[in-house]
């Protein structure tokens, strides 16, 4: 099968990868607070990492969804330039993660399911990052998840941008909706890291299968949701409910699981991830 | 006990160049730091430190295995090999040619070499990166190796170490790369769960998923003196970010200085600063070989 065959097969609008990368990162796009703020009631948002500070690129707090108490974590976008400078661009600083590893491990204590929303280009590269430990920061959240004991969903409903989105997505279910991207590094970086040039990002969005239906293809994802026609940014709150829908179901189902079956199952959801031969 | 690497004589003075190389096996090595030259011997003898600046050069996986007690490695997994699950569509060399090439240049199958071996007297199990393989990026086989030796040492009650090197994860492999990330890190439950230790030592360079991995929730962190230890390149800070750097950013000296490592130990120093974790660890109060001689009773008592 050449690649324009297959191409066409898995994508019914034919859209290219870029025009998902462009959809993925649309600033219309509902961001993690239009959800918890349509799909939960309650909401009472938990600040702060109580080492160094609050970071607004990370949300989190506990809210009422399909009448049971969960803990929502996401990334956060702005929908324009001010508030993006605030939230960062949605690029987490160390101190978002380790407040996400707080609020999480409350939701254990408690025995609260963690709901993820993961939606970032990258975790913050600057130096201040770098100096508060960034990689211990990331390393710790994808260690508190791997074995946390209570149900954990994660949702892709945008970029979901290399080791600062996984610091939000290990999980049970691992959803994407259709035109979001999840990817090793952002086509740009990795047409940079390659080809010595950014401007290839088209052909690095191709070469790394980071669409939803690619992923789930790979076997990385549990599901594809489905978006309105034209995406989510033209029809949020159907985008929303379409999403909230398809959690609710898979929470459901998690739920009921005896919490070490739970646990053994997310040990080879991820152990078995990998392609290699056996020479 | 004041140990050396061992059988350091034969793997680095001999047959370490591939046949056809464009580079001469010199006698001769310029330090990248101090810019002098050194006379390879002298080199090679002093564990690839420059004898002059104490400049600590990058050495082979398989020159790290070196740090174990003479003859008591033994490879594990060797026979896994790398595929290329994506068919990455690359614009230059394809990602199943740079991976053949790869292989010639280094001798080996992928970027980790795992296995056991003693350290003092100790057992434990390893796992190596080695830079010249794709940077030792992180694709399927790096994180299988990597988890593998990880459960084994789960297994069977011991240590396990973990030399770490890396660009950070492997492009070519796409996402199936990242998540080795989180599968390695799984893998390292289990030996917590026997509660043996992860040590983890960092050397010259250590970036991107790997250190925001499994090795920076190590129970030791060890990183090498001048080691270039972070999450994002400095040239993506510098270039992208346009922030100015100060002197020194993202050494095993600033990671120390920030709280990020426990240690900075010198190569010379690294057997007996193993050996005595591992003593520690394990509840033991004397190096284990003398310990079988002096006092049998004792060891009993004790276990």
Known sequence: MDETTKHAETQPHELTPWDRVQLARHPQRPHTLDYIGAL???????HGDRRFGDDAAIVGGLATFAARTVMVIGHQKGSDTRENVKRNFGMPHPEGYRKAQRLMRQAEKFAIPVICFVDTPAADPKKESEERGQANAIAESILVMTNL????????????????ALA?????????QENTIYSVASPEATASILWRDSAKAADAARALKLTAQDLYDLRIIDEVVAEPEGGAHQASQEAIRMLGERIRSHLEIISQIEIGTLLK?????????????EA | MKEFFRRRKTSFTTGEQPEGSPVPDDMWVKCAACRDLVYKKELNDNLKVCPK??????????????LLDADSFSETDAHLRPTDPLGFVSLDESYADKLVKSQQRTGMPDAVISGMGMI?????????????FMGASMGSVYGEKMSRAAERAADLGIPFLTINTSGGARQQEGVIALMQMAKVTMALTRLAEVGQPHIALLVDPCYGGVTASYPSVADVIIAEPGANIG?????????????????GFQTAEFMLEHGMVDMVVERNQLRATLGRLLRLYAGRREPVAQFMVSSEIYVNGRT
């Open chain 2, 231 to 247: 999450f994002a390149g400095k040239r993506l800070i510098e270039q992208i970010m346009r922030q100015k750097l100060p002197a």
């Open chain 1, 168 to 176: 939000l997505s290990v999980a049970d279910r691992l959803i994407m």
């Open chain 1, 40 to 46: 939960c009631e309650d909401f009472t948002e938990l």
């Open chain 2, 53 to 66: 600046c104490g400049h600590h050069m990058r050495m082979s996986a398989q020159e790290w295995l070196d």
């Open chain 1, 265 to 277: 199952q997310r040990y080879q959801k991820y152990r078995t991830i990998g392609t290699y031969l």
């Open chain 1, 149 to 164: 004991r209570v149900p954990i969903i994660s949702a892709v409903i945008g970029e979901g941008g290399s080791g600062g």
């Open chain 2, 120 to 132: 003092g007297g100790q057992r434990l199990a390893l796992a190596v990166g080695d830079f010249a």
